[in-house]
């Protein structure tokens, strides 16, 4: 699909508080706006609206989700809702003609996400994982550093996304019918941006689960082996942390401040032990939500006529997803609906 209008208007379905993100990142994209809300609740609809909607442009609010997909001047698609639903809507989506943006993680298993790449393809429709850390100018940094060889060889990467969560067990984190639990809200990232430093999956993973009263995963640690390189993390509700990300070479350390899935600064250290090291500091500061950029990439990949974003390719998402998939199985997490 490559979409001519200058203005490319984005549909959002579940205005909740990521949406919010989502929304006020567009605020700072000039060639796409807010074009029209989806919501069960009409009262939230129309305040997202009002509240989103740019001067001289009123967004339209739709009282289900079918009639935001069947609107034509809904060029695509972003997905906010609890990942229990982010299958069902990405599909109704690529059926109903309209690129999708959807939040992470992209389905609840590797297998939906493999159904969802399947009908992107045959209807010939973008699809997207909205994992928005990867198009931050701090982790496009990162990059670079890495690819200029700038610590050598990496051997070992640290990460932890950790925060005490509210004990209501209605909660959607901790509620299993929603596909609660802190990996496929937390630790994807932990998963996601190992793999975009290596380039790969992992040969081996080691694991540990402890699930709570819901049943749901309360706190992870993993162990991801990709030969020459070892990946540790620890996702949990259990404790609060400063959720940093070590990246450990042969000549030095990129130092991605936490929280590192939405940082704004990271720090390369040069000869760490040595007794005159070298420091270069890197200051990504967002424009907006930092969602921004993510929506930049996907419309430009959108006006393109790509099925795929080059800086989220599904090999990505299918990647983290398999991690994912082994943890939870390993760890006895299930969840009613599947």
Known sequence: ?????????????????????????????????????????AERGQAFADEFGEAGHVPTVHGDYQALLDDPAVDGVYIASPHRFHFEQALMALQAGKPVVCEKPLTVTAGQAEQLMAAAEKQGVFLMEALWSRFLPVWQQVRRWLDEDRIGRVHTLQSEFCMLAPRDDSDRLLNPELAGGNLLDMGIYCIALSRFVTGCDPDRIQSSVLKGPTGVDERTAAILDYGDTVSQFTASFLTARPNHMLIEGELGRIEVEGPFWASERARLVLDPAGANPVTEEFDGTHRASGFEYQIEAATAAIRAGQLECPGMPWAATLGTARVMDQILREGGVTYPFL
């Open 1 to 41: 699909m490559a979409v001519s209008d200058p203005i490319f208007n984005w549909g959002i379905i579940a205005p909740g508080r990521i949406a919010r993100n989502f929304a006020l990142g567009l605020q700072v994209v000039p060639e796409a706006r807010l074009g029209a809300v989806a919501s069960r609740n």
